[in-house]
């Protein structure tokens, strides 16, 4: 702002106060034996010229905009004292000329007075007009006195009335200089400002080592990273009994399949060596027992859901987007964090791109990857792809429900919580015991199937890059006469493809999804009635 000519008064003052001790703190750096800290100082030493010339041209407290007036001090110039003299003290200085004149007339009943019709002028009674001396000039005749005019009393008169506007005018000049001055230290002041942000970097690093326990991490040309007892640095703040983990990725171990129960501590666990990560390559201690992070060129992350319905986004259009983005641009040297992807659409749909993106990333890009995951089924990612290995947040289930350890452990988790989590998280016991109902079923028919379910990873589910997969049409079911359901649904799902959506006002959106409504349920009676 002052190299651009806009700076303000109290922002110049702030500047005038800051210099000083700026300068002393920058004198007492200069020596150390650390060139880093020497090299701050020796930056934020200045010249003390530049604020002993803002402590002689700005008054102590100056106003917010120069408009504003009283910004330059009356010291810092004559003609601006004069004016300022005339502009504030015009009271005093009539009453000044009144003693003169009553003096040199022998007048008592002369006064020195001032009006907005009349200007300034001296005013004297009927009785002792004839006593004014020759140089007073008529100006005036009422009733009961004579009002008159010198040549001094018009050039005070002529003073006083533009004192403020010359004032205003010579303050904006003189400040304007003063500004213009400070301009030419402008490379000075942006390497002290530059120095005295590094030094504050530094000192909230040191800070927060040496408050919250943190050490200092290696740096290694060996690609991958290795934490021991890592923490993230806000969570543990905010908890009292933290629990520190591990972590660790190189070569022939660049994925880790992150799976355990919602709340376990998935995502505080990815986030927290992120930071880790993140704090290393800004040259802080981290908070971890120790560490070493090899070369890391960018972090790419998927967590979270969200959705951007102002460009008509879903949640799951949001993550296929972002994850796009990621195998595009990562590189074998990028952290990559993936929490959860897939689940905002069906279960196949949402396992299938899953397994899809982690085959991606361990095999094409070879990224270091945290994949958190709800899909158990990706775990047997582990025993296909060498570079692939399973971790997972350790949980327990007692009479009193379930116990988060937020310790993560070697190996794909046992089973999954959730009916327990919402049990936790105060859904009604009916709800609960209905959902075990379910669970029990579901998880009884898909014992009675697995030997007719298809192995997601088996050799033809993964084919080679440039291979062409084509079904066997001896493999092809046998086709049975459709029902009239069946057609239906063929019908809607037809109609539900060729809207048009995006053209569409929201009004006969709504009617159209009503009518589709009213369509599924007929079509869910069709099927009882089959």
Known sequence: ????????????????????????????LADSPLDLIAGIGRSMTLNSEIWERLEQSLVPEPPGMLRDGDTIASSCSPELAELRHFRDDTSRILL??????RAATGINTLRVQYNKVSGFYIEVTKGAADQVPMHYQRRQTLKNCERFITPELKSIEDRALSSKERSAALEKELYDKLVAETAEHTPELL?????AAQLDVLCAFARHAAENRWHRPKLSSRPGLD????????????IENYVPNDCRLEDGRRMLIVTGPKMGGKSTYMRSVALIVLLTWAGSFVPAAAAEIGPIDRMHTRIGASDDLAHGRSTFMVEMTEAAFILSHATDRSLVLMDEIGRGTSTFDGLSLAAAIAQELVQKTRSFTLFATHYFELTRLAQELREVANVHVAAAQGSAGIVFKHEIKEGPASKSYGIAVAQLAGVPAPVVRRARGFLAKLEAQANAQTSSLPDLFAEPMLPAENDAWEPDPL???LQSEPSPADLARKSLTHDLLQADVDNMTPKAAMELLYAFRERAAGIESLEKSE
Do not use: N, Y
């Open 227 to 238: 934490i021991r007892k890592g923490r993230h640095p806000v969570v543990e703040t905010a």
């Open 191 to 195: 390497a002290a400002a530059k120095a």
């Open 475 to 477: 493999d092809a079911p």
């Open 96 to 101: 000044e000329m009144e003693e003169r004149e």
């Open 1 to 28: 702002r002052v190299s651009l000519g806009t700076v303000r008064p109290r922002e110049l003052a702030s500047l005038r106060d800051t210099l000083p001790t700026l300068s002393a703190l920058g004198a007492s």
